[in-house]
C-alpha cells in the first residue's frame, strides 16, 4: 500500500506535471504565432521592391527567402521537441493517474469514456497525426514556397525546383518523425548500449589475483606470506591492509597475470548472443588496465592488444573498448582525466545499462545510466548508513543480468 508520505509526494508531482504540460503546450501556440510573423517578412520585402524602384536587390531578396526556408525549418524542428516534451508531460501524468487508479480501483468506475487516462500510461503517442501535423503542414508549405522562389529566380529554370523543394518539403516531416520514433523508443535520453566493465565483470581476477600472487611469493619476488581469496576484501586490494601496494603492483605487472585470466561462465555467451544478438544492444567495454608489464621474453607487453585479443577469444564483442588511463607510473594529463573516463563516455554515448563491480562506480553511474548492475561479491557490500541508489541493482551472474533486462 501507498504511504502517506509518498501519497503527498505524487499529488505534489502531479500538480508540478500538470503545470509543466500546460506551460508547454502554451509555449508552442505563442511560437507559433511568432513564426508566422517572422515567416511573413520576406512578403513584405517582395512587395515594396516590386514599385518603379527596388529597395533592394533580386539577389539580396533571393538569400533573404533561402535564410527564412531554413529558419522556418528550424523553427519546425524545435516545434517538434517541444511537442515531444509535452507529451512526455502528459504520460507522466497519465502514469501517476494509473498508480492512484490501481491503489483505489475498486472504487472508480472503470468502463466509462475517461479510462484511457487511468490505464494507459504510454497514451497519447508521440507521432500526433490528428493536430501537429496540420502545423508542420503549414509550416512546411510556407518554408518551400520561399525556397521555390529563390531557386526559381537563380536558376531561371523550373529543373532545380522540381528537385529541391519536394525533398525540403518531405524533411519537414521526416525529422518530425524521427523525433517522435526517439522519444517513443525512449533513445532521446538514453541509446539502446550497454556499458560493461572487465575486471570482475567478466572474468574471475580475483582468483586470478592470489594464484600469480602466490606464484611470485614461490620464486622471492614477494617477500610476505601467501594469501588466499578471503583475503580479498576490498577494491583496490591494498585498502585492506595486508597486502602491500608495491606487492600489487608487481602482480599488474606480470603479463601471465593478464594472459591466463579466467573468465567467468557465460558472459560471453549471455552478452555476445542474448544481449547484443537478440536484443540488439550495442555493447561498450572499459577497463582501467593502464599497466606496462613485461613479457616472459621481456619485452614490452602490449595490454591493450592482448585485452581486445582476450575479449574475442571469449566470444565478448571487441569493436567499442575505451581503455582508462592512470595509474602509480603513468601520470595523465587534465584532459584525459575528465574527458576518458567511463563516466564522462556514459554521459555522452547515453548509455542505458552498466554493468560494474566497484561500489563507487556504481554510486556515479547510477546519476548517469538507467540502471546499474552490480555484481555481488565480498568487496562490494551494501553500507547500512549509506546504501545504494534505487536503480542500482545486485546480481549474482549474467543469465540474472538478462532477466533483469528483459523485465525492464
Known amino acids: 500500500m501507498m504511504t502517506a508520505e509518498l501519497k503527498k509526494f505524487y499529488e505534489k508531482e502531479y500538480d508540478t506535471l500538470s503545470n509543466a504540460h500546460f506551460q508547454a503546450a502554451q509555449r508552442i501556440t505563442t511560437f507559433f504565432q511568432y513564426a508566422l510573423i517572422i515567416l511573413s517578412a520576406p512578403i513584405t520585402i517582395i512587395g515594396l ?36 516534451e509535452v507529451l512526455m508531460y502528459a504520460r507522466c501524468i497519465n502514469t501517476i493517474r494509473k498508480l492512484f487508479y490501481d491503489e483505489n480501483r475498486t472504487e472508480l468506475i472503470f468502463h466509462n469514456e475517461y479510462s484511457v487516462l487511468l490505464t494507459q500510461k504510454r497514451k497519447p503517442k508521440y507521432w500526433d497525426g490528428e493536430q501537429f501535423i496540420f502545423i508542420i503542414l503549414s509550416l512546411g508549405i510556407i518554408n518551400t514556397s520561399y525556397l521555390i522562389y529563390a531557386v526559381h529566380n537563380i536558376f531561371c529554370s523550373s529543373y532545380w525546383v522540381y528537385i529541391i523543394c519536394p525533398i525540403f518539403f518531405i524533411f519537414h516531416f521526416v525529422f518530425y518523425y524521427i523525433f517522435t520514433r526517439q522519444s517513443e523508443a525512449n533513445t532521446r535520453f538514453y541509446k539502446h548500449t550497454i556499458g560493461i566493465d572487465i575486471d570482475g565483470v567478466l572474468n574471475l581476477h580475483k582468483e586470478q589475483f592470489v594464484l600469480i600472487y602466490n606464484i611470485l611469493v614461490d620464486e622471492g619476488k614477494i617477500k610476505e606470506t601467501k594469501i588466499s581469496i578471503d583475503d580479498i576484501k576490498t577494491i583496490p586490494v591494498q585498502d585492506a591492509g595486508k597486502i602491500k601496494e608495491s606487492d600489487a603492483r608487481k602482480v599488474f605487472n606480470t603479463s601471465d597475470y593478464w594472459d591466463t585470466m579466467p573468465a567467468i561462465s557465460l558472459a560471453g555467451k549471455v552478452i555476445s548472443e542474448k544481449l547484443h544478438n537478440i536484443m540488439g544492444y550495442k555493447i561498450c567495454i572499459f577497463t582501467n588496465r593502464d599497466w606496462n608489464p613485461l613479457d616472459s621474453q621481456k619485452r614490452p607487453y602490449n595490454i591493450k592488444k592482448n585485452t581486445k585479443k582476450w575479449l574475442k577469444e571469449n566470444g565478448i564483442p571487441a569493436k567499442n573498448v575505451y581503455f582508462e588511463l592512470g595509474n602509480f607510473d603513468s601520470p595523465i594529463s587534465v584532459n584525459t582525466a575528465l574527458y576518458k573516463n567511463r563516466f564522462y563516455i556514459s554521459a555522452a554515448r547515453k548509455i542505458e545499462f552498466f554493468v560494474e563491480d566497484k561500489p563507487l562506480n556504481a554510486r556515479r553511474l547510477a546519476n548517469i545510466c538507467r540502471y546499474v548492475f552490480l555484481i555481488n561479491d565480498t568487496y562490494n557490500q551494501e553500507n547500512k548508513d549509506n546504501p545504494f541508489p534505487y536503480n542500482v541493482i545486485r546480481v549474482t551472474g549474467w543469465e540474472d543480468i538478462y532477466k533483469h533486462i528483459e523485465e525492464l
Do not use: E, H, P, W
Open 49 to 84: 521592391n516590386k514599385g518603379t524602384s527596388q529597395i533592394i536587390d533580386q539577389l539580396s531578396i533571393n538569400l533573404i527567402c533561402i535564410a527564412i526556408s531554413l529558419v522556418g525549418f528550424f523553427i519546425v524542428m524545435y516545434l517538434g521537441q517541444l511537442r515531444t
